[in-house]
Nanobody, 120 residues
Framework: QVQLVEPGGGSVQAGGSLRRSCAASVYSYTLNCMAWFRRAPGKERQKVAHIDSNDRTSYSDSVKGRFTNSKDNAKNTLYLQMNSLMPEDTAIYYC??????????????WGQGTEVTVSS
């Protein structure tokens, strides 16, 4: 069973930065796709970014240019660097992963989620 562990959330003022991390209980190179999702208050869950086994990344339009998704296989850890944060980025952020390729959109493994609050 794969476990994904996310340390506690954070809060910041608009324009600030935060970094999320997600530690996998298995070698991260065995997870062909790792991703970040978020659920804002009153909204549906949204995929923010993903990274594949070749370190190719993809981002939603709402975060492109502001967020950077990366992976450190030596630490089995996924990161999300969030810059130029806006109040609309306030949400619970979840990491997710699967051994299948990203294009299949399969997410069998999930972190517990951490809250990010951006104040204006």
């Amino acid at each position: 069973q794969v476990q994904l562990v996310e340390p506690g959330g954070g809060s910041v003022q608009a324009g600030g930065s935060l970094r999320r991390s997600c530690a996998a209980s298995v070698y991260s190179y065995t997870l062909n796709c790792m991703a970040w999702f978020r659920r804002a208050p009153g909204k549906e869950r949204q995929k923010v970014a993903h990274i594949d086994s070749n370190d190719r990344t993809s981002y939603s339009d709402s975060v492109k240019g502001r967020f950077t998704n990366s992976k450190d296989n030596a630490k089995n850890t996924l990161y999300l660097q969030m810059n130029s944060l806006m109040p609309e980025d306030t949400a619970i952020y979840y990491c997710a992963a699967d051994r299948y390729a990203c294009y299949l959109g399969s997410w069998r493994y999930w972190g517990q989620g951490t809250e990010v609050t951006v104040s204006s």
